[in-house]
């Protein structure tokens, strides 16, 4: 038992206001996931499709981050890496989704693109002035950090796109703003794997040198 505690990080004593945060943030991507995936399929919209999806991964992330918020460096690292790893292939998977619908031709209704895309806004912003003030922490932190703000750049992306496909009648807006949301999830994702190893890499040092005093 002494020997556990002292060759391995100690948890770290999370931040009270984090944990708020972070169920805060939970509960409304959750609320989202429902109302833009119906949207989605009333409008036949792809980056309404690509938002939802993400609502619904942001949320399952912030499960994650609740459940190693008490935990070592070491755990929390690698759930950034899983984060990041599935924000990733969530952008992959966006970009093969417009590149079918572009096959298709479907050109998606422009109101409730705009009405939904106006409301998730609404919602992400408020959960990213909930979190801006946790985004200097660690990998896990960094990676809620920036679903939420890629969350808020989304939307006003879907917005502009609603505006695209009203003005041009054609699916292509629509189109070009799920490739962006993609390319950003995907850069993102990047950044968190990278944020992580270096957080895993640490925990992993600090954990040997640990090791050595409890030999002298």
């Not at 796109?161 to 390319?183: E, R, Y």
Request: proline share 3%; with cysteine.
């Amino acid at each position: 038992m002494a020997c556990n505690s002292c060759c391995a990080p100690q948890p770290g004593q999370p931040d009270p206001r984090f944990r708020k945060a972070l169920w805060f943030a939970l509960w409304v991507n959750l609320a989202m996931f429902v109302v833009e995936g119906y949207a989605s399929l009333q409008s036949g919209s792809v980056s309404l499709m690509a938002d939802a999806i993400d609502f619904f991964g942001d949320s399952a992330n912030y499960i994650l981050s609740l459940t190693v918020l008490s935990m070592g460096m070491l755990w929390r690292g690698r759930a950034a890496m899983v984060k990041g790893i599935t924000m990733a292939l969530f952008g992959v998977a966006v970009l093969g989704r417009a590149a079918w619908v572009a096959q298709s031709g479907i050109t998606p209704e422009p109101f409730t693109m705009g009405a939904i895309g106006l409301l998730a806004l609404a919602a992400n912003v408020a959960v990213a002035i909930t979190l801006f003030r946790f985004r200097a922490g660690d990998s896990d932190m960094r990676s809620v950090w920036l679903c939420s703000r890629n969350d808020a750049i989304g939307n006003l992306a879907v917005m502009a796109a609603a505006l695209g496909v009203f003005g041009t009648g054609s699916a292509w807006p629509d189109l070009a703003v799920a490739a962006v949301m993609g390319g950003l999830a995907i850069t993102a994702g990047v950044s968190v794997v990278r944020h992580a190893r270096a957080d895993i890499r640490q925990a992993r040092e600090d954990s040997t040198v640990g090791q050595g005093f409890e030999v002298r």
